[in-house]
């Protein structure tokens, strides 16, 4: 494929260069990058944060930062230099040739300008104005899948759902048929369901446009579900490059191997062995690199590769950059995959949720985001909460921690007692009793004090600890989560994203907490970070015989570390059992459905289960079972009418549906999955 | 509520200031018969809650009590004096709020370029002077070295617009000088943060031309701070101009209220103050209907 499209290619970047000023120094972040993108190619550019992808991105339609200078090669685009392009011939390459969808749809449309406004803009550019635009417009929005485009075109980009705005933004980017489309991270930040479409939405266009794509993600398998070629950029490097499922499936560069090592894949579990991890840290943007790049964290890395830069072999078709490539795959793991045999729950539970309910006010209407949720939970076991956002997952979390009061009749019992409703009437043993970890340890953090204070601060109030005795749980805790004595002096923001979150997770387990509450821990962070992360969890967890409730959207995450799954939709429990039966099936349809939509690593195309349009408004959810308005699996009026009881299929197993247990089996036998 | 606290404060404020009425009144040398006989004419021997109950009353109804000192009825005073401060700080708020916006779009399109360096800083060490230092060297340079405006904004009786527009251009720089920086950095601000959004990245990768983005894209979302700023300082450029009143001899509503304190004319120096309290509270309200206008997400906020 690379050298079909001999003609003209769409985008080549020849040794280009790029460099942020920072404290008065140039700092490179791209260093000679060289890479070609053919026509009507999709290329998959992936990598850590911090590896210059979205500079790459930026540097292609000249739109870098004040600070940022191109200082070096050269940028080709459909056999335009870009570099030489004057403020207008780059304005109309932007308006004809190339354009870009990002990630956070929300703030990428101008809030206050509706958003049929926004596109009809695009068409005046090229001289259709009045009805024509509008025309034309509608049409884009028709082409994007929008079901009503007329009354699209009069809302303001915050009246629509993140996926719809995506829509929008990827019919703007469309809409002078460009040649080359970069998408930067477009689905991140999307719930699994919606991601899906906007992924199929994708791959359907480019059946129908000629555009060539640049898509950039920190997203493996979605790069490798979309992309033709993949090139696996480190510290502003091209490390690997080929075709995408070579890559994936034989990479030939250390980096390669570790990140795909990095994630849980085909089912794995805790038990089964630690996750490899990549030791230390990408090297700083301007850090001057002798040889290989990836040397300093890199087992296999020798004298040589410390001193000399590896140049790209060629292994026909396919690039690398490792001296040794050849035994790349025999990269000896950076941990160990051996674990502890997890305690096996046998004792009384430590959680126990009968009837619980909350319903808010909205507007006058009752917005009922937790409805009648009962489930138990033993100790050193994990409970995942699964569900689309806006399924009452951080409700239910924040009802058991007493951040809000749940509706009266509904119990939460702590080792047999019964917990008060608020937080304040809760004794201080039960409130270090539960804690929780937050997605943004940044903002969980006070910035203005020191690791050894912001950890030894929960020790006195969690552990009513001081003096000698603070000080030496203070070291075992630090060293528990692997931290050292050297991060303890210094504030927050001089800890990496990942070092951060080791913090957060010291401090909820400064009171020897019975239950923790993690609220997508890892959705911040790099996977090599993520890997880390879940490993240490899973470490504490059996030293420690402490239960998690564990919400994710990424379900290879929440399979890795749940012993048990709950399944929630619009603040019902649609499924409750052990981990494995939850994801191997039968399962709820809706279930089905969200595994269904995961991309996946391993490229196993079965027929997809595709969710339409949105969750519906808990405020007025739908009569009998409340799924049935989006269901696949729908069997007739009984479920529009009758809401389906939670009824045990099997010992342990709870499906919420009126589709017998049997013929579920049988029905999802014909498509069974084999999810993340 | 605000207001109803605020007169609270207010008459509170005006019962604990020392000295008595009458004896303030009638002067130092007169008879104490005569100091008690007046205060009683005037009510001020009564119980606190039933003088504040008298006067809250009536105000609410449109009378605002008899002056102690004219012995006349206050509202015909209040509303003049509100009616001169209210040219003065159009004057200076037609002067200011182009001239700062402009400043402040300018320098952030300009970010750290010396034009920007130099609104900037300039706007920030005009606003750090008090308006009585600006004001007493506006005067010396323009009144009386140059002698090209009038020095005192008291202009001749029955003087047309035109006239009273040259009275008040004097009095009105100091003002335009302490507002200036203000709005000109938020406007800054809010430019510089529009500059840098995805939107508007969205909008330059679109293809369209520089001044389409700034007009259309960046200006609309980067001034909606900046309205919320300007209508709390209208609030200011009414009420707060005792020393600029003062300075230039002008009858506005601060210097009656300055007068009425002096004097201990309570009706006069609360309604005075309750009178600027609606205004300011009337400013707000403006302002944040104009943004709610202007905000599309705060206006159908509530349809979501």
Same mark, same amino acid.
Request: charged residues 20%.
């Given at each position: *494929?690379?050298?079909?499209?001999?003609?003209?290619?769409?985008?080549?970047? /020849?040794?280009?260069?790029?460099?942020?000023?920072?404290?008065?120094?140039?700092?490179?972040?791209?260093?000679?990058?060289?890479?070609?993108?053919?026509?009507?190619?999709?290329?998959?550019?992936?990598?850590?944060?911090?590896?210059?992808?979205? +500079?790459?991105?930026?540097?292609?339609?000249?739109?870098?930062?004040?600070?940022?200078?191109?200082?070096?090669?050269?940028?080709?685009?459909?056999?335009?230099?870009?570099?030489?392009?004057?403020?207008?011939?780059?304005?109309?390459?932007?308006?004809?040739?190339?354009? *870009?969808?990002?990630?956070?749809? !929300?703030?990428?449309?101008?809030?206050?300008?509706?958003?049929?406004?926004?596109? /009809?803009?695009?068409?005046?550019?090229?001289?259709?104005?009045?009805?024509?635009?509008?025309?034309?417009?509608?049409?884009?929005?028709?082409?994007?899948?929008?079901?009503?485009?007329?009354?699209?075109?009069?809302?303001?980009?915050?009246?629509?759902?993140?996926?719809?705005?995506?829509?929008?933004?990827?019919?703007?980017?469309?809409?002078?048929?460009?040649? *080359?489309?970069?998408?930067?991270?477009?689905?991140?930040?999307?719930?699994?369901?919606?991601?899906?479409?906007?992924?199929?939405?994708?791959?359907?266009?480019?059946?129908?446009?000629?555009?060539?794509?640049?898509?950039?993600?920190?997203?493996?398998?979605?790069?490798?579900?979309?992309?033709?070629?993949?090139?696996?950029?480190?510290?502003? *490097?091209?490390?690997?490059?080929?075709?995408?499922? %070579?890559?994936?499936?034989?990479?030939?560069?250390?980096? +390669?191997?570790?990140?795909?090592?990095?994630?849980?894949?085909? !089912?794995?579990?805790?038990?089964? !062995?630690?996750?490899?991890?990549?030791?230390?840290?990408?090297?700083?943007?301007?850090?001057?690199?002798?040889?290989?790049?990836?040397?300093?964290?890199?087992?296999?890395?020798?004298?040589?590769?410390?001193?000399?830069?590896?140049?790209?072999?060629?292994?026909?078709?396919?690039?690398?950059?490792?001296?040794?490539?050849?035994?790349?795959?025999?990269?000896?793991?950076?941990?160990?995959?051996?674990?502890?045999?997890?305690?096996?729950?046998?004792?009384?539970?430590?959680?126990?949720?009968?009837?619980?309910?909350?319903?808010?006010?909205?507007?006058?209407?009752?917005?009922?985001?937790?409805?009648?949720?009962?489930?138990?939970?033993?100790?050193?076991?994990?409970?995942?909460?699964?569900?689309?956002?806006?399924?009452?997952?951080?409700?239910?979390?924040?009802?058991?921690?007493?951040?809000?009061?749940?509706?009266?009749?509904? +119990?939460?019992?702590?080792?047999?007692?019964?917990?008060?409703?608020?937080?304040?009437?809760?004794?201080?043993?039960?409130?270090?009793?539960?804690?929780?970890?937050?997605?943004?340890?940044?903002?969980?953090?006070?910035?203005?004090?020191?690791?050894?204070?912001?950890? !030894?601060?929960?020790?006195?109030?969690?552990?009513?600890?001081?003096?000698?005795?603070?000080?030496?749980?203070?070291?075992?805790?630090?060293?528990?989560?692997?931290?050292?004595?050297?991060?303890?002096?210094?504030?927050?923001?001089?800890?990496?994203?990942?070092?951060?979150?080791? %913090?957060?997770?010291?401090?909820?387990?400064?009171?020897?907490?019975?239950?923790?509450?993690?609220?997508?821990?890892?959705?911040?962070?790099?996977?090599?970070?993520?890997?880390?992360?879940?490993?240490?969890?899973?470490?504490?967890?059996?030293?420690?015989?402490?239960?998690?409730?564990?919400?994710?959207?990424?379900?290879?995450?929440?399979?890795?570390?749940?012993?048990?799954?709950?399944?929630?939709?619009?603040?019902?429990?649609?499924?409750?059992?052990?981990?494995?039966?939850?994801?191997?099936?039968?399962?709820?349809?809706?279930?089905?459905?969200?595994?269904?939509?995961?991309?996946?690593?391993?490229?196993?195309? +079965?027929?997809?289960?595709?969710?339409?349009?949105?969750?519906?408004?808990? /405020?007025?959810?739908?009569?009998?079972?409340?799924?049935?308005?989006?269901?696949?699996?729908?069997?007739?009026?009984?479920?529009?009418?009758?809401?389906?009881?939670?009824?045990?299929?099997?010992?342990?197993?709870?499906?919420?549906?009126?589709?017998?247990?049997?013929?579920?089996?049988?029905?999802?036998?014909?498509?069974?999955?084999?999810?993340? | &509520?605000?207001?109803?606290?605020?007169?609270? &404060?207010?008459?509170?404020?005006?019962?604990?200031?020392?000295?008595?009425?009458?004896?303030?009144?009638?002067?130092?040398?007169?008879?104490?018969?005569?100091?008690?006989?007046?205060?009683?004419?005037?009510?001020?021997?009564?119980?606190?809650?039933?003088?504040?109950?008298?006067?809250?009353?009536?105000?609410?109804?449109?009378?605002?009590?008899?002056?102690?000192?004219?012995?006349?009825?206050?509202?015909?005073?209040?509303?003049?004096?509100?009616?001169?401060?209210?040219?003065?700080?159009?004057?200076?708020?037609?002067?200011?709020?182009?001239?700062?916006?402009?400043?402040?779009?300018?320098?952030?399109?300009?970010?750290?370029?010396?034009?920007?360096?130099?609104?900037?800083?300039?706007?920030?060490?005009?606003?750090?002077?008090?308006?009585?230092?600006?004001?007493?060297?506006?005067?010396?340079?323009?009144?009386?070295?140059?002698?090209?405006?009038?020095?005192?904004?008291?202009?001749?009786?029955?003087?047309?617009?035109?006239?009273?527009?040259?009275?008040?251009?004097?009095?009105?720089?100091?003002?335009?000088?302490?507002?200036?920086?203000?709005?000109?950095? &938020?406007?800054?601000?809010?430019?510089?943060?529009?500059?840098?959004?995805?939107?508007?990245?969205?909008?330059?990768?679109?293809?369209?031309?520089?001044?389409?983005?700034?007009?259309?894209?960046?200006?609309?979302?980067?001034?909606?701070?900046?309205?919320?700023?300007?209508?709390?300082?209208?609030?200011?450029?009414?009420?707060?101009?005792?020393?600029?009143?003062?300075?230039?001899?002008?009858?506005?509503?601060?210097?009656?209220?300055?007068?009425?304190?002096?004097?201990?004319?309570?009706?006069?120096?609360?309604?005075?103050?309750?009178?600027?309290?609606?205004?300011?509270?009337?400013?707000?309200?403006?302002?944040?209907?104009?943004?709610?206008?202007?905000?599309?997400?705060?206006?159908?906020?509530?349809?979501?």
């Amino acid at each position: *494929m690379t050298k079909s499209a001999k003609a003209k290619n769409a985008l080549e970047l /020849t040794d280009l260069s790029v460099a942020y000023r920072v404290a008065g120094r140039n700092r490179a972040v791209l260093r000679n990058l060289s890479l070609t993108i053919g026509q009507g190619e999709a290329y998959g550019l992936v990598g850590e944060s911090g590896c210059g992808k979205s +500079t790459v991105a930026l540097t292609v339609v000249r739109y870098l930062p004040r600070n940022g200078s191109i200082t070096g090669g050269a940028i080709s685009l459909d056999g335009q230099d870009v570099m030489k392009l004057d403020a207008e011939a780059l304005r109309r390459a932007r308006a004809e040739s190339v354009s *870009m969808v990002y990630q956070d749809p !929300g703030k990428a449309l101008n809030p206050s300008i509706r958003v049929g406004r926004q596109l /009809t803009e695009i068409f005046e550019l090229g001289g259709i104005s009045g009805q024509a635009a509008t025309d034309r417009a509608i049409a884009m929005l028709n082409r994007v899948r929008i079901s009503d485009p007329t009354s699209v075109m009069q809302r303001y980009p915050h009246q629509l759902s993140g996926g719809m705005q995506q829509r929008v933004a990827i019919a703007m980017a469309l809409a002078n048929d460009p040649s *080359m489309l970069i998408l930067d991270e477009p689905t991140t930040g999307l719930d699994a369901t919606v991601e899906a479409e906007v992924l199929d939405l994708i791959a359907q266009l480019r059946q129908e446009l000629s555009a060539s794509i640049l898509f950039i993600s920190h997203n493996l398998a979605v790069v490798s579900n979309m992309c033709d070629r993949v090139g696996v950029l480190y510290a502003g *490097m091209l490390v690997e490059e080929g075709p995408t499922d %070579v890559i994936f499936n034989d990479p030939r560069h250390p980096y +390669t191997v570790a990140l795909l090592r990095c994630l849980p894949r085909g !089912g794995q579990r805790k038990d089964q !062995g630690r996750l490899d991890t990549i030791p230390g840290f990408l090297p700083g943007i301007g850090a001057d690199i002798k040889g290989c790049a990836f040397a300093d964290r890199c087992a296999l890395a020798d004298d040589r590769c410390r001193s000399e830069l590896p140049p790209l072999y060629d292994l026909g078709g396919r690039l690398s950059r490792c001296f040794h490539h050849d035994k790349a795959q025999a990269l000896p793991r950076a941990t160990p995959s051996d674990v502890a045999p997890a305690p096996k729950a046998a004792a009384a539970p430590v959680l126990r949720v009968a009837g619980l309910n909350k319903t808010y006010a909205s507007h006058g209407h009752a917005l009922r985001a937790v409805k009648d949720v009962s489930l138990d939970l033993r100790p050193g076991e994990t409970l995942g909460l699964v569900g689309e956002s806006g399924s009452g997952k951080t409700t239910f979390a924040r009802l058991l921690l007493g951040l809000v009061p749940p509706d009266e009749g509904g +119990t939460i019992e702590l080792e047999g007692k019964a917990l008060a409703p608020r937080l304040e009437n809760r004794s201080d043993d039960q409130i270090k009793a539960m804690q929780i970890v937050f997605q943004n340890p940044d903002s969980a953090l006070n910035r203005s004090h020191s690791i050894r204070h912001l950890i !030894g601060r929960a020790l006195k109030r969690l552990a009513g600890l001081s003096g000698k005795a603070l000080d030496a749980r203070l070291n075992d805790l630090v060293r528990s989560v692997r931290l050292t004595d050297r991060h303890l002096a210094v504030k927050p923001r001089q800890l990496s994203g990942g070092l951060k979150q080791r %913090v957060a997770i010291a401090r909820a387990f400064a009171g020897d907490p019975r239950i923790v509450v993690c609220d997508e821990p890892t959705s911040a962070l790099d996977v090599s970070v993520q890997a880390a992360i879940l490993n240490l969890l899973a470490d504490l967890q059996s030293k420690e015989d402490v239960s998690y409730i564990f919400i994710s959207h990424d379900l290879a995450v929440v399979r890795y570390l749940s012993d048990k799954i709950a399944v929630l939709y619009l603040g019902r429990i649609m499924e409750l059992g052990p981990s494995e039966d939850v994801f191997s099936g039968p399962h709820h349809p809706y279930t089905e459905a969200l595994l269904s939509a995961v991309p996946k690593l391993d490229q196993t195309e +079965t027929a997809r289960i595709r969710l339409d349009g949105e969750i519906p408004s808990a /405020t007025n959810p739908p009569s009998g079972c409340v799924f049935h308005t989006r269901c696949p699996r729908k069997i007739g009026p009984i479920c529009e009418q009758q809401e389906p009881p939670l009824s045990e299929a099997q010992p342990g197993h709870s499906i919420r549906c009126h589709i017998p247990y049997a013929e579920l089996a049988r029905l999802q036998k014909a498509a069974v999955t084999e999810p993340a | &509520m605000t207001l109803f606290l605020l007169s609270i &404060m207010v008459f509170l404020g005006g019962q604990v200031l020392p000295g008595n009425v009458g004896r303030a009144i009638l002067g130092p040398f007169a008879d104490q018969r005569a100091v008690d006989a007046l205060n009683h004419t005037l009510g001020v021997d009564r119980p606190l809650l039933t003088q504040y109950w008298g006067w809250i009353s009536n105000f609410v109804q449109g009378d605002m009590g008899t002056s102690y000192i004219f012995r006349s009825p206050v509202a015909p005073f209040v509303i003049d004096a509100l009616g001169n401060s209210m040219k003065l700080a159009a004057v200076a708020f037609v002067l200011v709020v182009p001239i700062g916006i402009l400043g402040g779009v300018v320098a952030a399109l300009n970010l750290n370029r010396p034009l920007d360096r130099i609104i900037s800083l300039g706007g920030l060490s005009v606003t750090v002077l008090p308006e009585f230092v600006t004001g007493i060297i506006l005067i010396l340079i323009f009144g009386v070295w140059l002698r090209w405006l009038p020095i005192s904004a008291a202009w001749p009786r029955n003087a047309g617009f035109f006239t009273q527009l040259y009275y008040l251009i004097l009095p009105s720089l100091p003002l335009f000088l302490v507002l200036f920086g203000y709005i000109a950095r &938020m406007a800054r601000s809010g430019m510089i943060e529009a500059l840098d959004s995805d939107y508007t990245r969205t909008a330059v990768l679109k293809g369209l031309p520089w001044r389409t983005v700034i007009w259309r894209h960046v200006l609309r979302n980067a001034l909606l701070p900046t309205i919320t700023v300007i209508a709390t300082q209208t609030g200011y450029l009414i009420g707060g101009l005792v020393v600029i009143e003062t300075l230039f001899r002008y009858q506005g509503i601060g210097s009656l209220i300055f007068t009425a304190a002096r004097g201990k004319d309570f009706p006069m120096l609360e309604s005075g103050i309750l009178t600027i309290g609606i205004v300011y509270a009337v400013a707000t309200l403006v302002a944040d209907f104009l943004y709610s206008v202007l905000n599309p997400r705060i206006r159908l906020g509530s349809d979501q």
